[in-house]
């Protein structure tokens, strides 16, 4: 069996001499959650079709935190904004807030690249609603990203 050497974010070269599938595998067993975004992007750069499938792996079956799952957000909407659309328009009704957030910001940031036109305005109203089912606690740690969001699709609204 393959010993799985112990990476650190401190320490990112050990990370590039991980083979291949040693990096499938520690993303896959989700051993240590901070290092999972690290060896996804150097396996992206060796095999970027099969990071994209793991990463959709990690948010398709709950894996890891929120944390993790909005870093991953991220690393898919870089590759594949498309992907993440669907998965918002599946998940939203029980996304948690810092996955929420992701969302608003990659969002926030495409709508300058004619991004806009690819999301409805049911999409966009869907993802906007969504705040309004929050709590105030984390509404509050919400606003900055919502208020962006609303401002950048205001002419879609």
């Known amino acids: 069996m393959m010993d799985i050497i112990k990476l650190s974010l401190h320490d990112y070269e050990n990370v590039q001499e991980l083979s291949s599938e040693e990096l499938y595998r520690l993303i896959s067993e989700i051993s240590d959650i901070e290092e999972v975004l690290p060896a996804l992007n150097e396996l992206y750069r060796r095999n970027s079709e099969q990071a994209i499938i793991l990463g959709k792996k990690i948010l398709e079956n709950n894996e890891g935190d929120e944390y993790l799952q909005a870093s991953v957000v991220e690393f898919i909407f870089e590759y594949d904004k498309q992907y993440v659309v669907d998965f918002t328009k599946k998940n939203i009704a029980v996304m948690h807030w810092y996955i929420y957030v992701c969302v608003l910001n990659c969002f926030s940031m495409e709508s300058n690249q004619n991004f806009e036109e690819k999301l409805s305005?049911?999409?966009?109203?869907?993802?906007?609603?969504?705040?309004?089912?929050?709590?105030?606690?984390?509404?509050?740690?919400?606003k900055e990203a919502y208020e962006l969001f609303l401002k950048s699709y205001s002419n879609t609204i």
């Open 121 to 142: 305005q049911g999409f966009i109203k869907t993802v906007l609603n969504k705040y309004n089912y929050y709590e105030n606690k984390e509404r509050d740690q919400i």
